[in-house]
């Protein structure tokens, strides 16, 4: 349930190009934005947190589920599902948080009425019968709405739990960016994230799923497939991802992480709203890969983009279907 924050930069670098051999003086050419899709420098690896913000990498990831049949079932019982909410930035506990849970990314149909966390933000919420994938809508009046997408519990337990779901303070999100020094515009959209592996067996005392390291994130306007290439993305106007530093636990900027670090955390600023748009993750597969340049689709999530809403979401690698 670790997903990122939100926080804004803009790197922007000059070239110069020369302007021929008449001996006039070089022009530099346009500035090149940077929105974080710049290409990794190693291949995909796993890591695992051994204590807080102390991270352990595993070595490489695995992707054996990579474009395989999903494994997803729908509950078979209504399941009741205990949580807590939080904060993101300090883990407090966020007391008389609304929550509304919904099938998929159909936030505007939830399953039930809101429930309201108690005294210790604790709470309960239903999941249907036949649901595979859900989502939490947390709403309070010092936070930013925050959606958390893409989570499933096991279909057949009747009674269950999380440790928590986080939610973005209203502080948190002027905090953040103001760290590196910029400000957040009003009325964007924030998306945000936090990738996994496929797990392995093989894996002493860490077989699940681990956290992905050394891809890169953007948000598209158009669906790729696991057959694309990542020079064909059609990044959303001003999308902008930033990486969080595993060792503090906070986005940094570009020239301090090019990409993912072990904790696998991302987040996208900066985008005007839109009903429909694509989270995408990409990566080099192998160190073959990486030395042959062949950047994968590694996930891809579809939803929207909501002004002044933190989506966040969890990422794992894309199945076939």
């Not at 400000?183 to 990738?195: E, F, K, Q, Y």
């Not at 106007?237 to 955390?265: A, C, E, I, N």
Request: one cysteine or more.
């Amino acid at each position: 349930m670790r997903f990122a924050s939100l926080a804004s930069v803009l790197a922007l670098t000059l070239t110069a190009a020369a302007c021929g051999d008449d001996g006039s003086t070089p022009m530099p050419d346009a500035k090149i934005e940077d929105i974080g899709f710049n290409k990794p420098t190693a291949s995909l690896k796993a890591a695992f947190e051994v204590s807080k913000n102390n991270w352990m990498e595993l070595g490489p990831a695995n992707l054996n589920c990579l474009g395989m049949p999903s494994t997803d079932a729908p509950t078979t019982v209504d399941v009741t599902l205990s949580t807590r909410v939080d904060d993101f930035q300090s883990g407090n506990a966020v007391p008389g948080t609304s929550v509304t849970v919904f099938a998929n990314q159909d936030a505007a149909n939830p399953f039930a009425a809101p429930v309201v966390a108690d005294g210790n933000a604790n709470l309960m919420v239903n999941i249907p019968v036949g649901t595979k994938r859900f989502g939490f809508k947390m709403t309070n009046a010092n936070a930013l709405d925050t959606l958390l997408l893409n989570q499933t519990v096991d279909p057949s337990m009747a009674t269950q739990s999380i440790t928590h779901i986080q939610s973005v303070s209203t502080a948190t999100a002027q905090t953040l960016p103001a760290l590196i020094g910029v400000s957040r515009t009003p009325g964007t959209g924030i998306l945000a994230g936090a990738v996994r592996d496929c797990g392995d067996p093989n894996r002493t005392g860490h077989t699940g799923p681990q956290e992905l390291v050394n891809f890169v994130a953007t948000v598209s306007s158009t669906e790729a497939t696991l057959t694309s290439g990542a020079d064909g993305v059609t990044h959303l106007p001003g999308v902008d991802t930033y990486y969080f530093s595993s060792s503090v636990g906070l986005p940094v900027r570009h020239s301090q992480q090019d990409f993912s670090s072990k904790d696998g955390l991302f987040m996208a600023i900066e985008m005007q709203p839109t009903p429909t748009a694509y989270v995408q993750v990409w990566g080099y597969k192998t160190d073959a890969d990486l030395a042959a340049d062949h950047l994968s689709l590694i996930a891809q999530l579809k939803t929207a983009v909501i002004a002044d809403v933190v989506i966040t979401g969890s990422y794992e690698p894309l199945p076939s279907n």
